[in-house]
C-alpha cells in the first residue's frame, strides 16, 4: 500500500521560506505525476504545485513565482519550496498524485504564515 509522510511545515513570518517534503513509498513513484495540495479550515483541498512524470511543472496564479515544486525520483520524495509566503498559504499540506484519482492521503504537514 502507497504511504505519504509529508515534513517540513512549521511557523513561519509573511515573507518568511519554508521547504516541505513528501516521502512516497509501496509505489513506483517516477512514473507519476505527483502534486503538492492544501486545505485550509472550512475549504476545500486545491491543487498549489504540480510535475509530472518529466518534470513538467504547474502552478495556479496564487503562487505562481512565490511556489517551487522538485523531486527525486531516486529517493521517492517530492519536495516544495515556498518563497514570499503570506499568511492565505496558511493550511494543511498535502502531497498526493496529479490525477483524479489519488493514493491514501497522509497526514499533512501545517503550515502558518503569521507575524
Known amino acids: 500500500q502507497v504511504q505519504l509522510v509529508e515534513s517540513g511545515g512549521g511557523l513561519v513570518q509573511p515573507g518568511g521560506s519554508l521547504r516541505l517534503s513528501c516521502a512516497v513509498s509501496g509505489s513506483d513513484f517516477s512514473l507519476f505525476a505527483v502534486g503538492w495540495y492544501r486545505q485550509a479550515p472550512g475549504k476545500r483541498r486545491d491543487l498549489v504545485a504540480g510535475?509530472?512524470?518529466?518534470?513538467?511543472?504547474y502552478y495556479p496564479d496564487p503562487v505562481r513565482g512565490r511556489f517551487t515544486i522538485s523531486r527525486d525520483n531516486a529517493k521517492n520524495t517530492v519536495y516544495l519550496q515556498m518563497n514570499s509566503l503570506k499568511p492565505e498559504d496558511t493550511a494543511v499540506y498535502y502531497c498526493n498524485r496529479q490525477s483524479t484519482t489519488f493514493w491514501p492521503w497522509g497526514q499533512g504537514t501545517q503550515v502558518t504564515v503569521s507575524p
Open positions: 510535475i509530472s512524470s518529466a518534470g513538467s511543472t
